[in-house]
């Protein structure tokens, strides 16, 4: 780690325990605290919007469900902090995070609303295990990964946007907030791009946050 990354995890560090009280909800393994953004370490859940499956046949919205199991644990907690780790491609810190004594990231996975991301560590592959013998959420039956889903909402969405590779939206709310969305966004599809406006189209979402574009909140403040 270069010595700007150095300072900024130590500030991070910092900020995370001492504003607890000032907390967003992103997505499914996405918190805001004390206006630093954290992506928990070691997890994938399900996107805002994604469906899964139950044994029967029938959807679930495990990507709402997902956020909502995120409120119900950060919220509560009268100690909340993360662990700084490394800054990734949207500007997110990736740190373990604890609601009092509970590893949220183990929670979420151990509850069936979050995949092990063994892509980048193997921290809770035994908790989903236990998860998946148990028929836990989103191992009720087998059901699309998160990152299967994000690959195949992208690899359909080339035909709207002018550069085929570059299909995120960036769009300025009525609010004057530059907010972009992903493909796999659940408002992508009604999303209008009007580049009159100053809104615009990314090609991956660093460049977005680059640029001054923040994700979409699919959760709430607290």
Not at 13 to 23: K, M, S
Not at 143 to 160: H, K, L, M, Q, V
Not at 184 to 210: H, L, M, N, Q
């Amino acid at each position: 780690m270069d010595a700007l990354r150095w300072f900024v995890a130590v500030m991070v560090l910092t900020i995370g325990t001492a504003a607890a009280a000032d907390i967003l909800v992103i997505d499914g393994d996405t918190i805001e605290l004390g206006g630093t953004r954290y992506g928990i370490h070691g997890i994938d859940a399900p996107e805002p919007g994604q469906q899964c499956e139950r044994s029967g046949g029938k959807t679930w919205n495990c990507g709402a469900a997902a956020v909502v199991a995120l409120e119900e644990i950060v919220f509560p907690a009268t100690d909340l902090h993360c662990d700084a780790g490394e800054l990734d491609d949207y500007g997110r810190i990736i740190a373990v995070c604890w609601a009092d004594d509970v590893d949220i990231g183990k929670h979420l996975v151990r509850s069936g609303l979050a995949w092990a991301f063994v892509k980048f560590a193997s921290d809770y592959v035994v908790d989903e295990a236990i998860a998946r013998a148990a028929r836990t959420g989103i191992w009720q039956v087998e059901t699309e990964t998160p990152w299967d889903f994000r690959a195949r909402r992208w690899s359909n969405s080339g035909n709207e946007a002018p550069d085929p590779n570059c299909p995120i939206k960036g769009n300025i709310n009525s609010e004057g907030e530059h907010i972009y969305h992903p493909p796999w966004s659940p408002v992508y599809e009604r999303t209008r791009i009007s580049p009159e406006k100053g809104e615009r189209w990314f090609c991956d979402e660093g460049e977005a946050v680059a640029a001054g574009w923040r994700p979409a909140y699919w959760g709430r403040r607290g």
